[in-house]
């Protein structure tokens, strides 16, 4: 959409990109200087009255992959909103006021980096940085995910997106070249013998494979899990890039599965995905029914190779008969190592008291929390480690 003519850049303008480029840093788009000037050295060549020529430079010089496209196209619309403001945003740093309708995934990330970049100058929101303590942090630690504010979640969520699981190998049945195995590789050894006729016999050994285990994670959302639920995708997320092998299963009334939603780049994005894919958010619960679909339809295509299933659920089944033990009992044995997180136990005197719960919990390897920050550390340490002999109706107190 082209507009009436204007003069190049000035220095207020060359300000003006400046911080559009520092907002763009905070939202996650990796802009450096080089970029800032070679912004500034292209929109000298175009006409920059065209709004539309102007996006396709910007864009051409900061979006270097392919998931940061909608993030700049986000920030863009939110720094020059509207075509006859076009001309006086070019020469104020002011921001538009945020648009009527409903804005898309990730762009609150967009207009929170943009407040960013208005009060960081301000010596003010510095000095208060500054004094966040560090009891401040273990506060929000060890604060329930359900009593906070939503400052609080928007600082949770950042912090579960640094979050990363290490590699807890697990040693499979195929075996690989390895100069410390303990078994022969007759093969490799009569091959590498040939060279020298045999009169020099070179031994080649073989190894185990070891690799990650598949994490299978089966999440509540019915109404008293929800807020646990969309916190724990922010964590399974984050764990995606470096496992590849996680598989995301919501169940209310129905079970839905979210794998491929959740493999969008961005948090934001994949959590958009989710919400649309499911059509029983904040709904009833009906587990039994959940995993009986999970174990005749999914249980033998993500359950092999040793799974880890996660289980995030409070237990508080409508429909507790001998089923929900039934299917307990069977999802208990196709995996390698069943771990219950209920953010029940946040409470310290908690007792297995519901039928739901006293139906589950005999097939459970591990019972832990899934309340705060705290709890999802242990779960870290407890899914890095080796898995360890089965222990049914193990309970780890709430942290």
Known sequence: MAINHLSPPTGQTADNIVGFARALRAAGIPVGPGSVIDAMNALQLVDIGNRTDVFATLETIFVKRHEHA???AQAFDLFFRAADEW??????????????????????RVQDAFAQTQTTETPQVEEQEARLAVSDKEILQKKDFAQMTAAEIAEVTRAISTMRLPQAELRTRRYRPDAHGLRLDMRRTLRASLRTGGDI????????????????????????????TRLFLHFLHAITDARKRVSVFLFGTRLTNVTRSLRARDPDEALARCSSAVEDWAGGTRIATSLHTFNKLWGRRVLGQGAVVLLI???????????????????????????WLNPLLRYGGFEPKAQGIKMMLPYVDEFRPVHNLMSIEG???????????RHRGLIQSAA
């Open 70 to 72: 909608l993030i700049f």
């Open 87 to 108: 001309k006086q945003m070019l020469d104020s740093v002011s921001l538009p006021d945020q648009a009527r309708k409903k804005p898309p995934p990730a762009s609150r």
């Open 201 to 228: 016999v070179d031994i080649r050994k073989l190894g185990r494979i070891e690799k990650p285990a598949p994490i299978v994670a089966l999440l509540d959302i019915s109404g008293s899990m929800s807020e646990y």
């Open 313 to 339: 659920s409070d237990g508080l089944e409508r429909e507790a008969d001998t089923r929900l033990a039934f299917e307990m009992d069977r999802l208990h044995r196709s995996c390698r190592r069943l771990i």
């Open 379 to 389: 779960l870290i340490e407890a899914l890095s480690s080796r898995p360890q002999p």
